[in-house]
């Protein structure tokens, strides 16, 4: 069935430096992708919707310049944590929506843990 | 208040109990999702739901449209079943689909 596949699913970086993580779907093409974080015992937060081809569109609260979304093609979009603080720490995921498949589908990736230290 | 709201926020079971989890929303809605999200963090859709109910072996979802409720029920709950249960609403504007709304999840515990 459709998978998509989030990488790295684990990530360890230190201050300053940027990560990037990407969120590809391998069985349909998506023209929108969203971008969620998850605190610990926290709700899952929507940061960011990917538009394939055009600027992404951000939550209220969410930089745009630091947390930098391309979505270059119909399969992959890329979230870009720059300048990565501890306060970045989190749980990354992304979904995306097969609206070829029947049931219209949203799948996620695996997610990413982010520790920045 | 939050926009979605589950209960019970925890819940332990004997295997084999019948588990009902609640989720109230007080948005407009476009569809209404229960997710299942493992430990390892990774989650998995079970259900989209936009009016009456629906069944995939154990599980049954539910939706009251009017009253802004739904209800995840196990049936025969056994240990597997322990995860996270997230109750998601989609919103619908702009023609952007698949932006949700999350609850808070309901941590199930299932003891053999």
């Known amino acids: 069935g459709a998978v998509v596949s989030q990488h790295p699913s684990w990530v360890i970086c230190k201050s300053g430096t940027s990560v990037k993580i990407e969120c590809r779907s391998l069985?349909?093409?998506?023209?929108?992708m969203f971008w969620y974080r998850q605190f610990p015992k926290q709700s899952l937060m929507l940061m960011a919707t990917s538009n394939e081809g055009s600027k992404a569109t951000y939550e209220q609260g969410v930089e745009k310049d630091k947390f930098l979304i391309n979505h270059a093609s119909l399969t992959l979009s890329t979230l870009t944590v720059t300048s990565a603080h501890p306060e970045d720490s989190s749980f990354y995921i992304c979904?995306?929506?097969?609206?070829?498949?029947?049931?219209?589908?949203?799948?996620f990736g695996e997610g990413s843990w982010l520790t920045v230290v | 208040k939050n926009e979605v709201e589950q209960s019970p926020q925890n819940l332990t079971a004997q295997e084999g109990e019948f588990i009902t989890i609640n989720c109230s929303y007080s948005v407009g809605i476009s569809a209404l999702h229960w997710l299942q999200q493992h430990p390892g963090g990774g989650i998995v859709s079970l259900f989209m739901l936009s009016s009456g109910k629906k069944k995939h072996g154990r599980l049954i979802a539910t939706i009251n449209i009017q009253e802004k409720h739904s209800s995840l029920h196990i049936t025969a709950s056994h240990p597997r079943d322990s995860a996270v249960y997230i109750c998601a609403a989609e919103r619908n504007y702009g023609g952007s689909q698949g932006n949700l709304i999350f609850g808070k999840g309901t941590k199930l515990s299932v003891k053999p």
């Open positions: 979904s995306a929506r097969d609206q070829e498949s029947s049931g219209n589908t949203i799948y």
């Open positions: 069985d349909f093409q998506a023209t929108t």
